[in-house]
């Protein structure tokens, strides 16, 4: 899921990337906060894997996502992140059902903040458990009270990875998402 745009809405390079990267023509480049990116969903993604690993970007190299983390440190069994993808897969399938994403579009949940306005309490109790599980498995943005004895009590009202992009960036966001679901709505509205 991070690199089909459910996660994360681009990329970010770092010089070393580029002469890797160069021998790519169906990557587009962008600038964005004077560094270089490129969209997600990721072209050189095949559905199963990456076309490019071993010339992948050192964003994509670093990142590690929170199952496999808890794999690795024996916190969750490979059977239990099987159930956890795939339970994060389905969420994010019934999210599509109730909003509308544009097409060849990530839906980023890494930028996601509330659910949009305006959405049936369906809708939205769908968003929210959806960002909520993908935030805690995937992303690490979830953070879970502990007690004394070491277990988790409850999720903690900790700020999402959204929170700690720069205020500039989260207005892009939410501006860009916004302007997404009132063209969504009028096609919504328009169909017979």
Known sequence: MCCNGTLFNYVTL??????????????????????????????????SGCSAYAD????????????????????????EALLVIKEGKALVENV?????FEPGMPMSVSSWDDAPE????????????????LGKY?????????DPDGGPVAPAS???AF???????????????????TAAKARAARAP
Request: proline letters at 6%.
């Open 14 to 47: 770092v010089p070393d990337d580029m002469p890797k990267l160069e021998k790519y023509p169906q990557l587009v480049f962008q600038v964005r906060n004077e560094l270089a990116t490129f969209n997600e969903p990721c072209v050189l993604h095949t559905g």
């Open 118 to 133: 305006g959405i049936a309490e369906e809708a939205r109790l769908a968003w929210e458990r959806t960002a909520y599980h």
């Open 56 to 79: 992948r970007p050192a964003t994509c190299e670093r990142y590690v996502c929170n199952v496999l983390r808890k794999v690795e440190r024996d916190e969750m069994t490979e059977d």
């Open 163 to 181: 929170a700690e992009l720069p205020v500039a960036e989260r207005e892009r966001h939410r501006a860009a998402r916004a302007a997404l679901f």
């Open 158 to 160: 900790g700020s999402p």
């Open 138 to 146: 995937f992303l690490g943005s979830v953070q879970e009270e502990v």
């Open 96 to 100: 599509k059902e109730y909003v509308a």
